[in-house]
């Protein structure tokens, strides 16, 4: 590569790097449609080999995505709501036993009952929780009090769908273009590094997102059957939580055994809310990361903490949401390198 391809190639990735930063609104809705495409993808493969034609395939599978969220919403809001309801009704007793077990000691070691009153938890608590029923309203309120606002938002909403249905469509043209564009003697080692780290990123996805909701299950009907009149709650958020990895489980059993504590005041409960957890983790370990995930994505689990850990200090929680992800995807080039480095004279010589 010449002197002037190199500045070339530069200045084409700051002018990209321009317009992506001040065209980042409007290139929302196109990168989450990119981003359903290349998720369902592989499912629309699949329904070509039965001998479906691709367009049909597609509309297939944004039939089954609409039903299963049409289901989410008539089935799962409403229980939630009912859980919501349960909690309310709790908040009382919890606060009782905050003030009077653990606000002592807080006030104790950091000396805080000057500036807060451990009392006011119920109220704030009941007053925001007590207002979930009517999110929805109070979203579109929220909304439409901005008319571009509103009209930009139905405009995203309405433009993914459309997008990533054309995208569905033309996956292979699109796909054979891109790598058409690709200098000659690069196009195997970048085609290969990209279907690599499409691989790794479709495994940690694909397999998290199924993860996640089966360990949402396991937790709210264990917690269910111990009694926790709270649990299914519990356990969907702890499942959704496990998107991060351990966060899910840290947090579930937490929320677990102070509801369990303060319903039961038992042991033997508490014993069988650990028991509930410890079979999910050990689910978790040793059936759904091995069959859904499997070994693509290749991080010790040392290196996920420290992921997690990095992520978290550099870009906050969004940086622990890709923390493992990203770190996957720089394995990817790590082993690329790697290998270049072994075939290289500086490593032969």
Not at 134 to 153: D, H, Q, R
Request: proline share 4%; glycine share 6%.
């Amino acid at each position: 590569m010449t002197d002037a391809q190199r500045w070339l190639m530069v200045m084409i990735i700051l002018v990209i790097g321009v317009l992506v930063y001040y065209l980042a609104s409007v290139l929302v809705p196109f990168v989450v449609a990119i981003l359903l495409a290349y998720f369902f993808n592989p499912i629309v493969d699949r329904l070509v080999e039965w001998h479906l034609p691709r367009v049909l395939g597609v509309v297939v599978v944004f039939l089954i995505m609409f039903l299963i969220l049409l289901c989410l919403i008539f089935l799962v809001v409403p229980l939630i709501e009912k859980q919501v309801i349960v909690l309310i009704d709790k908040i009382p007793a919890i606060n009782a036993w905050f003030v009077k077990s653990v606000w002592p000691w807080v006030d104790q070691h950091f000396n805080v009952s000057s500036n807060f009153d451990p009392n006011q938890i119920t109220t704030t608590l009941t007053k925001y929780l007590s207002g979930g029923g009517n999110f929805i309203t109070k979203l579109w309120i929220m909304a439409s009090s901005s008319g571009m606002a509103l009209i930009s938002f139905i405009t995203s909403l309405v433009l993914i769908p459309v997008v990533a249905f054309y995208l569905l469509c033309d996956w292979s043209k699109i796909t054979q273009a891109a790598s058409k564009l690709l200098p000659r003697h690069s196009e195997k080692d970048v085609v290969q590094m990209v279907k690599e780290c499409g691989d790794v990123l479709a495994a940690f996805f694909r397999g998290q997102l199924l993860v996640m909701l089966c360990l949402g299950v396991i937790y709210a009907a264990g917690l269910w059957l111990v009694g926790l009149d709270v649990g299914i709650l519990v356990g969907l958020i702890a499942g959704l939580l496990s998107i991060v990895p351990y966060l899910g489980f840290v947090i579930g059993i937490v929320m677990a055994l102070i509801a369990s504590f303060l319903q039961f005041h038992a042991w033997a409960h508490i014993f069988l809310v650990v028991g509930v957890f410890a079979v999910g983790e050990l689910a978790e370990s040793f059936i759904l990361i091995p069959w859904l995930v499997g070994d693509r994505v290749g991080l010790h689990p040392i290196a996920v903490i420290f992921a997690l850990l990095a992520g978290g200090e550099l870009f906050g929680f969004v940086g622990i949401l890709l923390a493992v992800p990203v770190s996957a995807v720089i394995l990817v080039f790590l082993r690329y390198w790697y290998t270049k480095y072994l075939d290289s004279r500086y490593y032969k010589v």
